[in-house]
Structures are given as structure tokens and as C-alpha cells.
């Protein structure tokens, strides 16, 4: 029979009692900064200058030095001419524009693409946004995750952060699905089964399919948009903790206190990392790869059908009047159900083409993070949870994309720049 969390908390006194010996302790210097980690006057800025450091690090590694380093011009530049110059079809041909070039209208005339994100093939844009982008933007998260894991910070960051998300009904060891989603929603779902009750576990899973990108997600971002990058992340954390408090006061249930170990500071091993880096970017690659492909292929074969053309006729003007986004946006929306990655390469293709405006892309991204979880996230979510709490994840949803999207394009008209 499961104990209640009085029960709990009175089962761990008593075993406290008989295990743990009190006596005079020297103090170490792991011990203080174990410590001053944990104190909001001295952990909060430790905190953002690790978070920082952090996206510095994101930044760097996998933007500057790997993807516009090496991965652009080696795609860009040698990749697709050559494929363009030897795959069987040519422009105009429906094989060569699902695996190789789509092309686009200049003047009426169809033109070829001179970089992956306007092609839009399966062995070009599909392989770019995966091997070009995402692979060393999830390498770059999961390092640095692994080895504040390893160091036994996270711990203490759940503590630091309680106060500020028992606001929300949820308690300090919520950041670590949610950090853990920013590699990739499906383990940040996993990582919801520690949550004592279920009000706190579908509130969880509500809040990252909703408001959490995953980190290929936040890579192709970074990549297209980097100047927009804060602002994204700030409406993302507005509406994180703005909707978890309208949750937190129509979902009944309790939200307990916090009951977690918080180990020592310790030396990371590079056998943990190694390990911890190799499975979390092997299953990821085994999820994405096949996916990405098959979403150029679904997308290609809607252009080439018409059925892109007809979806974007029915939605258009929801999409402009409601959201202030052109009707093209309907197809980076029908991929992003298959993959959020390829859904914001797709963003960049219309980008580079002119055919929208940065507030519109800043909008649309948004929409991308919150109108509908990835089709893995969706098929672990029916898993986790109930059918009652599967219906209420999808209309909170709903309300949400219709809501928060719909403020946005307001703020945008209220500024000038919608």
C-alpha cells in the first residue's frame, strides 16, 4: 500500500534517527561551495553564470565552430552542386524534387536552390538539418549536461529553484525534465515518473510538449535566428510559468514537497560522459534521422499533389488574421508533427526566399514550440498518461496555441512591426 507523504516524511525521521550520528565535522571547501550553491543570494547568480556559460558554450561549439565552421560550406557549397549535377531528373523532374532540389519561382521561371534550406530534398536538406545542424548543437547540450549531472549540480539547482516553481504546483526537481527536455522532449517526459502525484506529472508533460524546444530544435534556431534567440526564450519562459500557474489552480490534486537526494560535489569521470554522451546521441539519431527524412518526403509529396496548395487555401486566413503568419506557414506546421527541426528548417527556406517578415518568423517559431508536440512526444504522452489526462494535455493545447499566438500577433500590431 503506497504511503502518503506524511507517512513519508515520518518513515525518514525515524530511520534518520537510527542510521545518521551527529558529532563536531570540518568544514571543507567542497562543503562551502556546496553550500553557496544551494543559497539564493549566492546560488542565483551562480546559477546564471552557469546557465551562460552553458549557451555560450551551445553557441560556439556547435553554431560558429561546427555548423557555420565546417557543415555549411560543405553542404552548401559542395554537397548540393554536386548532387545537382549528377542526380538523374533534373528541375521539374517529381523524383529529383523530393530527393535533391525543389527549386523555387523567380519571376515565374523555376530556379534552382543554392543552399539546403530552400531545396528541401530528402538527401539535401533532410541530411543538412540533421548531420549540418542538429547533431553537434545535441552533442554540445548533452556534454555539458552530462557533466553537470556528473558534478551532482543539477541537485542543488532543483533546490535553489523550488520556491519559484512550488508557485506553479510543482517542486525543485521539475528543472531536470525540463533541462533534460532541451536535449529532447521524449527523455523529459521519461524524467516526469520521479513526480510524487499526477497532477504534478501531466502538469509536467503539458508544460514541455508545450513550452520547452528541444535542443535540435534550438540549434536550427540559433542558426537562422540568432538575434532573435532571446526573445524567443523569454516568451517561452513567460508562458511556462504563467500557464503552469493557471494549471496549478484548475487541476485538482496536491503538489508535496520536495523529496531528493542531493549528493556531494564530485569529480565528473570521463567514462560517465563518454557513456551518458554516446547513448543519449546514438538514440537520438535513431529517432531523428528517419523521421527527418521521412517528413521531407510527406511535404514533397503534398507540394507535388497539390494537397500543400489546398491546406494552405483552408488555413490561410486563420493563419494571417489570427496569428499575423502567411499561409506557407502550414507546411512547416504539418512537418513539425513529425519533427520540430525540420519544421523550423523549413521556416529558414522562407525566409531566405523573402517571403516572411522577422516578427512573423519570431511568431511562427513560437507556434512551432506550443501548437503541437513532435509525433515521439505524442506517442510517449498516450503512453504516460491516462486518456482523461491525453484530453486535457491536447485542449490545453488548443487553448494555448489559439491564446498565446493570438497575444503575440496583438503585441506585434500594438509595436508596429505584425
Known sequence: MPLSVDERWNLIEKISKQTVEFGARKHTLKDAIAELTVKPLTGIPVAIAVIYGFWAFFVEFAGTLFTDGFMVRLFDEHWLPWLQSVFPGGLGNPFYALMVDAGHLEGGVLVASDNCFEAFGMLTSG??????????????FYLV??????????????????????????HGYAIVPTFLSLGCNVPGVTATRPLETRKQRFMMMTLLAIFVPC?????IMQDLVPELMGWIFLTLAIGYLGFGFILNKIVPGKSPEIIMDVPPYQMPTLKNIMSKLWIRTSGFLLVAVPFVLLGCLIVGLMYLTGAMDWL????????????GVPSETVAPLIAGFLRKDLAVGMLGGLMEQGIMTTFQVFTSVILLCIYFPCLATFALMIKEENWKELLGSLASLIAMVFVYGGLIHLVGIMLGVA
Request: proline share 4%.
Open 127 to 140: 541530411l543538412f538539418i540533421v548531420f549540418g545542424v542538429v547533431l553537434w548543437a545535441i552533442l554540445a
Open 145 to 170: 549536461f552530462a557533466i553537470l549531472e556528473d558534478i551532482g549540480y543539477l541537485p542543488r539547482l532543483a533546490v535553489l529553484v523550488d520556491t519559484v516553481l512550488h508557485k506553479i504546483g510543482l
Open 215 to 219: 535542443g535540435a530544435q534550438i540549434g
Open 312 to 323: 494552405a487555401a483552408v488555413f490561410g486566413p486563420l493563419l494571417m488574421g489570427w496569428f
